[in-house]
């Protein structure tokens, strides 16, 4: 296993477009967490699943944003008409509920662009 | 509201030293505290996790405090080297299985 896997590592977008992430968690995690991070700021919560239920989701997530876990493995996060506040880093965890001393694993995030 | 505050500015050390960075926390009763380290255009990393009940824990060059009363955790690296060098972030867990939440991280230099 090769870690938490995020594609594409890069994303550079036109304002109103669509983009859709995906992030492969480790395989025998159950919980998967979606976070966004700007230059000089913490990573900040989006939502998370357990398997395919998704659990939570920040406020900050608004209408223009889904994710979805289908089968309990990898993960998409789409971001609809794009606008020049979604640039960031969004960056995908993953975790094993059975033991919290372990942390998260993340992935090495995607960084959107909103031009 | 809930806010963790971790020191906004950069912490620079000369090679060798103690680094000594600190985590500050108000509405919050965290089960965990964990700490990661983050270096430019990566994910976090995953260094250690202090339980409420614990005072002190340690790895290697690492050590962290966790002081229920005061609402703080300091981290301690011991000897350090400039591959120390990057922004550390502390992070709550609730407990419950819930999502941890993140400070603003502090970066710290270290210099040969």
């Known amino acids: 296993d090769t870690g938490v896997s995020q594609d594409p590592r890069h994303k550079i977008t036109k304002r109103g477009q669509n983009v859709t992430f995906r992030c492969d968690p480790i395989?025998?995690?159950?919980?998967l967490y979606w976070y966004r991070q700007t230059l000089g700021q913490g990573p900040e919560f989006l939502t998370y699943?357990?398997?395919?239920?998704?659990?939570?989701k920040s406020r900050l997530l608004s209408d223009r944003f889904s994710a979805e876990r289908p089968k309990g493995s990898f993960s998409t996060l789409e971001i609809q008409r794009t606008e020049q506040g979604d640039s960031a880093m969004y960056l995908c965890?993953?975790?094993?509920?059975?033991?919290?001393?372990?942390?998260?694993?993340f992935g090495s995030g995607t960084r959107l662009t909103v031009v | 509201s809930q806010k963790i505050e971790q020191n906004s500015e950069a912490l620079n050390i000369q090679e060798g030293k103690t680094a000594t960075l600190t985590c500050n926390y108000t509405?919050?009763?965290?089960?965990?505290l964990q700490w990661y380290r983050q270096d430019p255009g990566r994910g976090p990393v995953f260094l250690l996790l202090?339980?409420?009940?614990?005072k002190e824990k340690r790895k290697e060059r690492l050590k962290v405090t966790f002081d229920t009363t005061l609402k703080q955790s300091l981290f301690h690296i011991t000897a350090s080297q400039p591959a120390d060098s990057a922004t550390y972030l502390c992070?709550?867990?609730?407990?419950?299985?819930?999502?941890?939440?993140f400070g603003t991280g502090t970066k710290l230099q270290v210099i040969p």
């Open positions: 509405n919050y009763s965290p089960a965990y």
């Open positions: 202090i339980r409420e009940n614990e």
């Open positions: 699943f357990q398997n395919e239920a998704q659990l939570e």
């Open positions: 992070a709550l867990d609730s407990g419950g299985y819930q999502k941890v939440t």
């Open positions: 965890a993953s975790s094993d509920t059975g033991d919290p001393r372990l942390g998260y694993t």
């Open positions: 395989s025998e995690h159950n919980r």
